[in-house]
T-cell receptor, first 114, second 113 residues
Framework: GAGVSQTPSNKVTEKGKYVELRCDPI?????LYWYRQSLGQGPEFLIY????????DSGLPNDRFFAVRPEGSVSTLKIQRTERGDSAVYLC????????????FGPGTRLLVL | KQEVTQIPAALSVPEGENLVLNCSFT??????LQWFRQDPGKGLTSLLL?????REQTSGRLNASLDKSSGRSTLYIAASQPGDSATYLC????????????FGTGTRLKVLA
C-alpha cells in the first residue's frame, strides 16, 4: 500500500524566502508528526497533529515556522523568512492514532537555504 | 529534559559478526522505546518497539532489550550482512502526556563483505 509521501523531495531557496513543504500521510492515519533532521543528528520533533488540530507544537523553533492540517489528512509545513540555519531534512510521519503505534516515516524533504 | 545517547557513533564489522548497539536515556519515565533504521537519503523504518513494561522484543536476526531502571537499551544483530549497513536510531517516548519521540544521534553501521 501507499506509504507516507512528501513533496518536494528537494528544495533550494534563498535566504529570506518563504517555503512550503507538503506531507501526505497514510490513508486513515489520524496522527501526523513533523521532525527536522540536521546532518549527523537524529530527528528533532517539531509538531504533532491529532486530526486537524496541533496537539503539541512545542518543537517549533520560532514563529517563522507554522504547520497546518485543515482536513485532517495532508499537512503543510510553512517556513517564513528562511535562514541558512533552516537547512535540514524535514521528515513527516504518521500513525493510526498516535498513542502506542509505530510511526511510519516519509522519505523527507531536503531543504537548502542559500 | 530527556536526552538520548547512542554509542558507538560508527561501527564497521566483517560480514557474519554478531554485534550490539547501545542506547542510553536520562529519564527512566518512558512510555516506550523504538529502534529505527535509516538508509542514506531515506526516511526511517521502524525495526522494533518495546513498551515500558516489556524487557525485550525480537524480529528475525534482531533482538532489542530494555532496562528502564538503568536507562539503557541494546539492539543485538545476529550474523550481520552487508544489507544491514545503515544508520540505527533509538528513540524514546515519555509518559507525561507527550506523543513525541526523542531521538539519539544514531550509530552508523557498515558491514563489510
Amino acid at each position: 500500500g501507499a506509504g507516507v509521501s512528501q513533496t518536494p523531495s528537494n528544495k533550494v531557496t534563498e535566504k529570506g524566502k518563504y517555503v512550503e513543504l507538503r506531507c501526505d500521510p497514510i490513508s486513515g492515519h489520524t496522527a501526523l508528526y513533523w521532525y527536522r533532521q540536521s546532518l549527523g543528528q537524529g530527528p528533532e520533533f517539531l509538531i504533532y497533529f491529532q486530526g486537524t488540530g496541533a496537539a503539541d507544537d512545542s518543537g517549533l523553533p520560532n514563529d517563522r515556522f507554522f504547520a497546518v492540517r485543515p482536513e485532517g489528512s495532508v499537512s503543510t509545513l510553512k517556513i517564513q523568512r528562511t535562514e541558512r540555519g533552516d537547512s535540514a531534512v524535514y521528515l513527516c510521519a504518521s500513525s493510526p492514532s498516535g498513542s502506542v503505534e509505530t510511526q511510519y516515516f516519509g522519505p523527507g524533504t531536503r531543504l537548502l537555504v542559500l | 529534559k530527556q536526552e538520548v545517547t547512542q554509542i558507538p557513533a560508527a561501527l564497521s564489522v566483517p560480514e557474519g559478526e554478531n554485534l550490539v548497539l547501545n542506547c542510553s536515556f536520562t529519564d527512566s519515565a518512558i512510555y516506550n522505546l523504538q529502534w529505527f533504521r535509516q538508509d542514506p537519503g531515506k526516511g526511517l523504518t521502524s525495526l522494533l518497539l518495546i513498551q515500558s513494561s516489556q524487557r525485550e522484543q525480537t524480529s528475525g536476526r534482531l533482538n532489542a532489550s530494555l532496562d528502564k531502571s538503568s536507562g539503557r537499551s541494546t539492539l543485538y544483530i545476529a550474523a550481520s550482512q552487508p544489507g544491514d549497513s545503515a544508520t540505527y536510531l533509538c528513540a524514546v517516548k515519555g509518559t507525561s502526556g507527550t506523543y513525541k519521540y526523542i531521538f539519539g544521534t544514531g550509530t552508523r553501521l557498515k558491514v563489510l563483505a
